[in-house]
């Protein structure tokens, strides 16, 4: 099975409740990052978690990195409308190509 | 600074065609990063250049699709004699260097084979 899987693959919450996505790789890594892909249009960078870091914060977004698990979440707090996407975890191993999971479609309900 | 620069961003072809899709990095990159989207599925990684030169192409199918990065203009990535199966969407990323950074995103090609 390919590097990078999330879960849930959907997840449905209203509007100002919290959101979190899970990602679980195979190998070693250098980085992991999260891009919010929304639909029909191009990827955008959400945040990078290097591998000798633990946790990092952007705004309403908290992302967690345990290496001895090959795992990270992503939190959306205080989630909006305007939040409702895909969202995909990617891992850079090899210092060059990203390899990318299958993504959870995030909808916020107004 | 402009981003990464994808055309065109819908492509249409019939079977047994010729498709070209254009990637202009963001000004300063010179790393180039081609992936592919099927539907309701991840990015599946294609082909990395640099200027002139194909660093890993371990992802590209071996026959029909081909990938160049000159010395000027933007990348090319060619699929000749399409068919059904080549109907995705065509990321482009660029970096201003290898190794581990991010990688910036263009808003992609969609190519439908009819």
């Known amino acids: 099975s390919q590097q990078g899987e999330e879960d849930p693959q959907a997840l449905s919450i209203q509007e100002g409740e919290n959101a979190t996505m899970n990602c679980s790789y195979k190998t070693s890594i250098n980085n992991l990052q999260w891009y919010r892909q929304n639909s029909g249009r191009g990827l955008v960078h959400l945040i990078l978690?290097?591998?000798?870091?633990r946790e990092k914060h952007s705004g309403r977004l908290r992302v967690t990195l345990d290496t001895s698990k090959k795992s990270s979440s992503l939190l959306i707090t205080a989630s909006r409308a305007a939040d409702t996407a895909s969202y995909f975890c990617?891992?850079?191993?090899?210092?060059?190509?990203?390899?990318f999971g299958a993504g959870t479609i995030l909808r916020v309900k107004s | 600074n402009a981003g990464v620069m994808q055309n065109p961003r819908h492509l249409v072809r019939r079977r047994g065609q010729e498709a070209r899709l254009r990637c202009s990095p963001m000004?300063?990159?010179?790393?180039v990063y081609w992936y592919r989207q099927l539907p309701e599925e991840g990015l599946k990684f294609m082909v990395y250049l640099q200027k002139e030169n194909i660093i890993d192409e371990s992802g590209m199918p071996k026959e029909r699709f081909s990938a160049e990065f000159p010395k000027e203009g933007p990348s090319i990535l060619r699929i000749q004699q399409v068919v059904r199966g080549d109907s995705a969407a065509y990321f482009c990323?660029?970096?201003?260097?290898?190794?581990?950074?991010?990688?910036?995103f263009g808003p992609g090609t969609r190519l439908t084979v009819l």
């Open positions: 978690i290097r591998s000798n870091e």
């Open positions: 990617a891992t850079d191993a090899d210092g060059n190509k990203l390899v």
């Open positions: 990323a660029s970096s201003p260097t290898s190794g581990s950074n991010e990688q910036f």
């Open positions: 000004k300063g990159h010179s790393h």
